[in-house]
């Protein structure tokens, strides 16, 4: 895809479905920015730094932000549990793949 079909689609996405499905852009990141704050902030404190398994946990967050607004979005579901799963092996060291 080359970019102009590419910015163009991000465009009819952003302002379309995604905006539909979870609402003011701006309210959105400011609760995934209060969430992500807080993971961080934690994972500074215990570890010194982000590690993956944070990383794991912020993903959760987002889609958890997203629910939170339509609650009926079945790949947001899947995907937090296979965050959470990904973040459990990270933290176990016990990640196949």
């Given at each position: 895809m080359n970019r102009e079909t590419l910015l163009q689609t991000a465009l009819q996405t952003i302002n379309g479905?995604?905006?539909?499905?979870?609402?003011?852009?701006?309210?959105?990141f400011n609760r995934i920015a209060c969430g992500w704050d807080m993971i961080a902030k934690a994972a500074i404190a215990s570890h010194g730094q982000i590690t993956a398994a944070h990383v794991a946990l912020m993903m959760d967050w987002l889609k958890t932000s997203r629910l939170l607004t339509t609650m009926d979005?079945?790949?947001s579901w899947v995907d937090k549990?296979?965050?959470i799963a990904l973040g459990s092996e990270l933290q176990t060291g016990d990640l196949h793949g």
């Amino acid at each position: 895809m080359n970019r102009e079909t590419l910015l163009q689609t991000a465009l009819q996405t952003i302002n379309g479905p995604r905006q539909q499905d979870y609402g003011d852009v701006k309210q959105s990141f400011n609760r995934i920015a209060c969430g992500w704050d807080m993971i961080a902030k934690a994972a500074i404190a215990s570890h010194g730094q982000i590690t993956a398994a944070h990383v794991a946990l912020m993903m959760d967050w987002l889609k958890t932000s997203r629910l939170l607004t339509t609650m009926d979005q079945p790949d947001s579901w899947v995907d937090k549990a296979g965050y959470i799963a990904l973040g459990s092996e990270l933290q176990t060291g016990d990640l196949h793949g």
